[in-house]
């Protein structure tokens, strides 16, 4: 298969990232919808829309924000303001998200946590997403840069590059593994198993943006860097505390 992977219907050409990128949202819906039927929710039904909407719109506004800033000196012509409209990052969905449902649950007064429910359909539906990055090769800001080792791969312009994408696509791969583990072994605090989630996946990232061509940097780091050492700030406690908890039962 060449990447990037362009297929064809009936003469028109298929965005295969957008193709996954709809069908990890739906996915990864469908999937929270199975595992909320099949657990003890604490929190209402009410609620918990009110809590999914406050992460949709956070998501929404984080996602395009973050991905403005990755360039945000770029020129404004007519065709790169459509450009800038349609950047997003998962990177800045995940933040904006968590905030989204900070403010839900202060206006619906809801005080239990109610991440847990979403990590694992969060990581189904970025693992889809990234097969649609890696797919697009070179179309998508998500390559690596030019590398001799064994790992290079040609995403599309005749060179030999790191494909960052499926790196990430075994690390999703792990922290699924992990986290089902310690959520079957361990003793969770309520909320734990998102906050471990989050940390995991950001200092990942951190460490994965040295191996891309970024445009943007202030202090030698890009914006996706800078926005994963806010959120590991924003967790610092539990980063410091090195326990997990008890259950709340």
Same mark, same amino acid.
């Given at each position: 298969?060449?990447?990037?992977?362009?297929?064809?219907?009936?003469?028109?050409?298929?965005? #295969?990232?957008?193709?996954?990128?709809?069908?990890?949202?739906?996915?990864?819906?469908?999937?929270? %919808? $199975? %595992?909320?039927?099949?657990?003890? !929710?604490?929190?209402?039904?009410?609620?918990?829309?009110?809590?999914?909407?406050?992460?949709?719109?956070?998501?929404? #506004?984080?996602?395009?924000?973050?991905?403005?800033?990755?360039?945000?000196?770029?020129?404004?012509?007519?065709?790169?303001?459509?450009? =800038? =409209?349609?950047?997003?990052?998962?990177? *800045?969905?995940?933040?904006?998200?968590?905030?989204?449902?900070?403010?839900?649950?202060?206006?619906? /007064?809801?005080?239990?946590?109610?991440?847990?429910?979403?990590?694992?359909? #969060?990581?189904?539906?970025?693992?889809?997403?990234?097969?649609?990055? $890696?797919?697009? /090769?070179?179309?998508?800001? @998500?390559? /690596?840069?030019?590398?001799?080792?064994?790992?290079?791969?040609?995403?599309? !312009?005749?060179?030999?590059?790191?494909?960052?994408?499926?790196?990430?696509?075994? $690390?999703?791969?792990?922290? +699924?593994?992990?986290?089902?583990? =310690?959520?079957?072994?361990?003793?969770?605090?309520?909320?734990?198993?998102?906050?471990?989630?989050?940390?995991?996946?950001?200092?990942?990232?951190?460490? #994965?943006? +040295?191996?891309?061509?970024?445009? +943007?940097?202030?202090?030698?780091?890009?914006?996706?860097?800078?926005?994963?050492?806010?959120?590991? =700030?924003?967790?610092? @406690? @539990?980063? +410091?505390?090195?326990?997990? *908890?008890?259950?709340?039962?």
């Amino acid at each position: 298969m060449q990447i990037p992977f362009t297929p064809e219907i009936f003469g028109y050409t298929i965005n #295969i990232h957008l193709v996954l990128e709809y069908l990890a949202f739906f996915i990864g819906f469908r999937y929270y %919808l $199975f %595992l909320r039927r099949n657990s003890k !929710d604490v929190i209402s039904t009410t609620n918990r829309l009110s809590i999914i909407l406050g992460a949709a719109l956070g998501a929404l #506004i984080g996602s395009r924000l973050v991905g403005f800033l990755e360039n945000p000196l770029v020129e404004f012509s007519k065709e790169n303001l459509v450009e =800038l =409209l349609n950047a997003k990052t998962i990177m *800045g969905g995940l933040f904006g998200g968590l905030l989204g449902v900070e403010l839900a649950k202060k206006i619906v /007064g809801e005080t239990q946590r109610s991440g847990d429910l979403f990590v694992f359909p #969060i990581i189904l539906g970025v693992f889809i997403g990234r097969i649609g990055c $890696f797919l697009s /090769g070179i179309n998508e800001f @998500t390559y /690596g840069y030019k590398t001799s080792s064994i790992f290079g791969m040609d995403l599309g !312009d005749g060179l030999l590059r790191h494909p960052t994408s499926l790196y990430e696509l075994v $690390f999703l791969i792990l922290l +699924f593994i992990g986290l089902q583990k =310690l959520k079957t072994s361990a003793t969770l605090e309520n909320g734990m198993l998102f906050k471990w989630f989050m940390i995991l996946y950001f200092a990942f990232r951190f460490f #994965i943006e +040295f191996l891309k061509p970024n445009v +943007f940097y202030v202090f030698g780091l890009s914006s996706i860097q800078i926005l994963c050492l806010i959120c590991l =700030l924003y967790y610092r @406690t @539990t980063i +410091f505390s090195l326990k997990i *908890g008890k259950k709340v039962r």
